[in-house]
């Protein structure tokens, strides 16, 4: 079955919502845009999802950021998951993965004419790969979706990593459609449950997980 990730959280109410239907993974950003937040407003927000029992898993969006702050903000905020934009090479990768007890995410952002050989290599050192689209002055968040046919067919020739996660342009509408296409482990949401940056509209929450098991099955 397909999991669930709501990313982009600001609210402590937001992130028990999507506890209560059923996510696996709850994100918060410390990589800048308008759903930024800081240390303490991160863990705040995050014990309010953990608090429920299963407990989805903590994960922090990182932009281009030292290996150093990474884990001072992973362990201020208790997260499970980092999942790095930007700058993720092995070096930082290796780094990172002997200093955390976690997962560590590798973000790869997709352009219309991207090559299998994009995604060749990119699961090597890592827990998980995340699918985003390629938009120019953004790291995600922008509501813009990957052509699903398309990386289907890229996964297909360069290789499937062993965990996917797929980022970029999901909403209620179309989640289904693209699990039956891609078959990812796990789909990511911020944008298109929100009534504005950083606000999560819940009836459109409770409309995405909803879909999104119809599509797992």
Not at 3 to 31: N, S
Not at 88 to 99: C, E, M, P, T, Y
Request: proline share 4%; hydrophobic share 50%; glycine share 10%.
């Amino acid at each position: 079955m397909t999991e669930v990730k709501f990313c982009g959280l600001t609210r402590p109410a937001d992130a028990a919502r999507a506890a209560a239907l059923g996510a696996a993974y709850v994100g918060v950003i410390f990589a800048g845009g308008h759903r930024r937040v800081d240390a303490a407003h991160a863990r705040l927000v995050l014990d309010a999802a953990t608090a429920a029992t299963p407990a989805p898993r903590r994960v922090g969006v990182f932009g281009v950021q030292s290996a150093d702050e990474i884990l001072e903000l992973a362990a201020a905020a208790r997260l499970d998951v980092l999942q790095l934009h930007g700058a993720s090479d092995a070096a930082l990768v290796r780094d990172l993965r002997q200093r955390f007890a976690g997962e560590v995410w590798r973000v790869v952002r997709v352009a219309p004419d991207a090559e299998p050989a994009l995604l060749a290599r990119v699961s090597d050192g890592v827990d998980a790969v995340l699918v985003d689209a390629l938009v120019d002055g953004a790291l995600g968040g922008t509501g813009v979706a990957v052509d699903w046919s398309r990386l289907a067919r890229l996964l297909e020739r360069a290789g499937r990593p062993a965990r996917l996660v797929l980022a970029g342009g999901l909403r209620p509408e179309n989640v289904e459609q693209a699990i039956g296409l891609v078959a990812p482990d796990v789909v990511d949401v911020s944008s298109g449950v929100e009534s504005s940056p950083g606000i999560k509209d819940q009836l459109r929450m409770r409309a995405f997980a909803e879909s999104a098991a119809r599509g797992g099955q």
